[in-house]
């Protein structure tokens, strides 16, 4: 039994009901396999078994009182999975969905994700199974001072910077870095996704929806394309999608689709992200109110994954985990797809990415893809660090460099390691062998 399977059948029997972990798990490490044979002392410093288990999980209650003056118990959670190249780094989730699995293949992603980037981050996860939805910005509040009041013993500058994810936007993390300097009497940059007013970055809301129209730009660069003139499918309407739509409209493209948890939106003159954000962003409604504001829109109640039925050159899912198919994989390489982009954090399932490798599609994992926003987090950091702000051009163009970057890094190790065309394999063989050799290099820690 190879070395690979050894340690993917490990995590199997001690975690074995972690399917989104053991899906993560198994994805990266099967690519590993030739920058294993060609290097045997990861094996002998048991470099795989040290990068499946987290260096520490964190989970506490997290109770807070809401509007009715009823007390509201949610559980909260941090996994800091690796330091071996800065400090942890990774978003905090709010949704009912979050569990350990999640976090867990979250955390275990952002090691090689922040690895690309180039910059000086470990790969972290954390979040909560509360629901912003719905809720009043005051319960909101009292809810985000709660977790910060566990979470601030376990996170700062130099150790763990969190950053926003699902369900924690501008508001969330405003009342979270304000409780932080409450309890520790000191402004510093412990949090990225900040305002402008105090050490946020510009062009942070659009990072990773630009970055990962900036990767997928680089790929038809280098094969005498572009996106003029090409459709687009994307999944999803949360900030991911709305700025890859608007890049991908600036650049020529035309984006046909879009979707929220209720339906999906089809429109064949393109999709107008001025629209889309003025629902999702400002109203926090329903696209249904797209169709009604757009003439011929049409919207479709129920299943979002029918954005995939629609012909398209290039697919961006932009969602969450698990959303794109095998039979969503079938029915785009049938009607022409020639690039899919994961713009959200493993979309795609497995069998679905392996057929559409096997049937020609340049398959960009969200690792590399979505990388852009972690990116312009960890610009935030270094702006926050020297007491600068740079401007929206001077991030925007830093952004660029790191996911051309990010394409070529990729590239390049799959040429070197004999899977040419592969960019999953390539993105998470160049990510890991930059982690692995710090950790040999730090010892057994």
Not at 174 to 196: A, H
């Amino acid at each position: 039994m190879s070395y690979v399977q050894r340690v993917i059948d490990a995590v199997k029997e001690k975690d074995p009901d972690q399917e989104l972990f053991i899906q993560a798990v198994t994805e990266v490490l099967e690519s590993l396999e030739p920058v294993l044979d060609a290097h045997p002392e990861y094996e002998a410093n048991a470099i795989l078994e040290r990068i499946v288990e987290p260096e520490r999980v964190v989970m506490f209650r997290v109770p807070w009182v809401d509007d009715n003056g009823k007390v509201q118990v949610n559980r909260g959670m941090r996994v800091q999975f690796n330091s071996a190249i800065g400090p942890y780094k990774g978003g905090l989730r709010l949704d009912p969905s979050v569990n350990l699995s999640m976090i867990k293949f979250l955390g275990f992603e952002q090691i090689f994700k922040n690895s690309l980037t180039t910059l000086p981050m470990g790969g972290a996860k954390g979040g909560s199974d509360f629901d912003p939805k719905g809720k009043s910005d005051m319960e909101v509040m009292r809810f985000c001072q709660s977790f910060m009041t566990e979470l601030a013993k376990h996170i700062g500058a130099d150790t763990d910077v969190p950053a926003g994810d699902i369900g924690t936007g501008g508001r969330e993390i405003g009342y979270m870095f304000g409780q932080y300097k409450r309890l520790r009497n000191e402004f510093t940059g412990v949090l990225t996704g900040k305002g402008l007013q105090y050490g946020g970055s510009l062009a942070r809301p659009e990072a990773t929806g630009y970055g990962l129209v900036y990767l997928v730009e680089e790929h038809l660069k280098c094969n005498g394309e572009s996106f003029e003139g090409k459709t687009v499918a994307v999944h999803g309407s949360g900030n991911v999608a709305i700025y890859a739509i608007q890049k991908v409209t600036q650049l020529g493209g035309k984006v046909v689709t879009c979707s929220d948890r209720k339906g999906w939106i089809y429109d064949p003159e393109g999709v107008d992200y001025e629209i889309v954000k003025q629902i999702k962003e400002v109203e926090r409604g329903s696209l249904a109110l797209y169709a009604e504001r757009k003439a011929g829109a049409e919207y479709h109640e129920g299943d979002a994954r029918g954005v995939w039925t629609i012909p398209c050159d290039i697919a961006l899912p932009c969602a969450a985990q698990n959303t794109l198919f095998i039979e969503d994989a079938q029915t785009l390489v049938a009607n022409g797809c020639k690039i899919v982009g994961e713009g959200a954090n493993m979309p795609t399932t497995l069998d679905a990415t392996k057929y559409l490798q096997a049937n020609g599609v340049a398959f960009f994992p969200g690792k590399a893809a979505n990388a852009g926003g972690v990116a312009t987090s960890g610009l935030e950091m270094s702006q926050n660090s020297e007491r600068l702000s740079w401007t929206f051009e001077e991030v925007d163009a830093k952004l660029k460099d790191i996911m051309v970057n990010i394409y070529h890094a990729a590239d390049d190790a799959a040429k070197e390691y004999g899977v040419e065309g592969d960019f999953v394999a390539g993105a998470n063989i160049a990510g890991f062998v930059k982690v692995a050799d710090a950790m040999i290099a730090q010892g057994v820690c």
